[in-house]
């Protein structure tokens, strides 16, 4: 392995990723990458440490990849975490980081978060720039472990959060993803067999010489519908689908409308409540291990559950607390929250364990959600089978009702 470059000297342009080749002290051919405002920082760093560069260049940006989102984060978080228990010093972690990242903002992100260190900027200051990437939850977290001087040990439970939050999340998002997909499908065939197919059997149903079944005429009407009006359908829909999705990122009371509907639903609201119980356990459990304060703790813990209904109630819960009330009496008169977890809060708190029966509140929800979303996905297979079903076979009968009364007419 070539040695790890050291660290170029401040300079005014950014750090950006460069691929070199050469030969050490012993004449044998090394490589690597590194990071660096420039062509010539890299080769004087390369010579300081003996290495005669033959080729450097400056690696190529990939232009996929988009912003950085929750996974991103999750993977960053445990790569800091594992450089920093290795006894790594922070800035070369995160130009070590940096180096081994295929998407060019989450490198920008990374390395602007490191420029500000570099300054004398400390770590939850120089996250707090970048709230798109880094909540309240993650600095708040990174501010304890700085000021208890055990960052490495608190980014390791970070990293583990974001890790379980992201696999929680993917969890209910496959449990949905299945049957949305196949009802598109069905509603993309079936508008192809309205707009092309249909319109050749009403050609040969008008030489009948008798009034249609009244099933295939509503299907026949429809039909007709999508082929002179189909563009202005679509765009009434689309422009209904883009009303509802801008107000509901800027309404709340919309949006906690639909999460409290959502909770109702059959099959999918059970799955939404065990994942935001346990992302609720999960918050609360690091939180508190990091020596945050309770009433402080549950306002970070609020915004976590990912639904309005239960952000409200740990808000009401936060209030409540802060009043001098156990948590325990306080997550009892919100009535959002299973007896059982009620139960292992107020063992938790009676033992002075909260962390750990958080935690394991979180293990048990997770493994539910797991079980659910599998559950699920076995139910909704045969469900969405019937529907098509149901939609094709119907396309079908109203076709051939006609010519099963074709008798009749020659009759």
């Given amino acids: 392995m070539p040695p790890a470059l050291s660290a170029t000297a401040k300079t005014s342009k950014p750090d950006a990723p460069f691929l070199w080749e050469g030969r050490d002290k012993r004449g044998q051919r090394v490589k690597g990458n590194t990071m660096a405002p420039d062509e010539a920082a890299v080769r004087a760093d390369l010579r300081r440490q003996g290495i005669a560069p033959s080729r450097v260049r400056r690696k190529r940006e990939s232009l996929k990849g988009g912003k950085p989102n ?33 998407k060019p903002s989450l490198r920008a992100l990374i390395l602007a978060i490191k420029a500000d260190v570099e300054s004398g900027t400390s770590l939850y200051e120089a996250l707090a720039k970048h709230p798109l990437y880094f909540d309240d939850l993650f600095v708040n977290l990174v501010r304890a472990g700085e000021q208890a001087g055990a960052l490495d040990t608190l980014l390791d439970k970070i ?8 696999a929680t999340k993917k969890k209910v998002k496959k449990a949905l993803f299945y049957p949305a997909a196949v009802l598109i499908v069905a509603a993309i065939v079936t508008t192809v ?24 005429q509503f299907v026949i009407n429809i039909s007709n519908a999508l082929r002179h009006h189909g563009i202005w359908i679509a765009l009434v829909i689309g422009a209904a689908g883009w009303t509802f999705m801008y107000f509901q990122k800027r309404s709340r009371k919309m949006r906690e409308v639909l999460d409290r509907m959502s909770l109702k639903i059959p099959i999918i609201g059970p799955i939404l409540n065990k994942a935001a119980i346990s992302r609720y356990a999960r918050t609360l459990s ?48 919100q009535g959002v929250f299973p007896n059982m977890v009620v139960q292992m809060i107020a063992v938790g708190e009676e033992a002075g364990s909260l962390d750990e029966m958080a935690a394991k509140v979180a293990v048990f929800y997770e493994a539910e959600v797991d079980n659910a979303v599998d559950s699920m996905s076995s139910l909704l297979e045969p469900l969405i089978m019937v529907i098509l079903g149901v939609i094709v076979g119907g396309l079908v009968i109203a076709m051939y009702l006609p010519i099963f009364q074709l008798g009749n007419v020659v009759h």
Wanted: glycine content about 8%.
């Fill in 159 to 166: 990293a583990t959060y974001k890790e379980k939050s992201e």
């Fill in 193 to 216: 067999l309205m707009i092309f197919v249909i319109p050749e059997f009403q050609k040969l149903f008008k030489g009948f010489g008798a009034n249609l079944p009244a099933f295939t």
């Fill in 70 to 102: 929750a996974a991103d984060i999750a993977v960053f978080s445990r790569q800091l975490a594992t450089m920093l228990i290795a006894g790594i010093p922070m800035v070369q972690s995160f130009e070590i980081v940096a180096s081994g990242v295929d």
């Fill in 286 to 333: 690091t939180m508190f291990a990091a020596g945050v304060p309770l009433v402080e703790a549950l306002e970070s813990v609020a915004g976590a559950t990912g639904n309005i209904v239960y952000e409200n109630a740990v808000l009401k819960m936060r209030d409540e607390v802060a009043t001098g009330q156990r948590l325990q009496r306080a997550m009892e008169t």
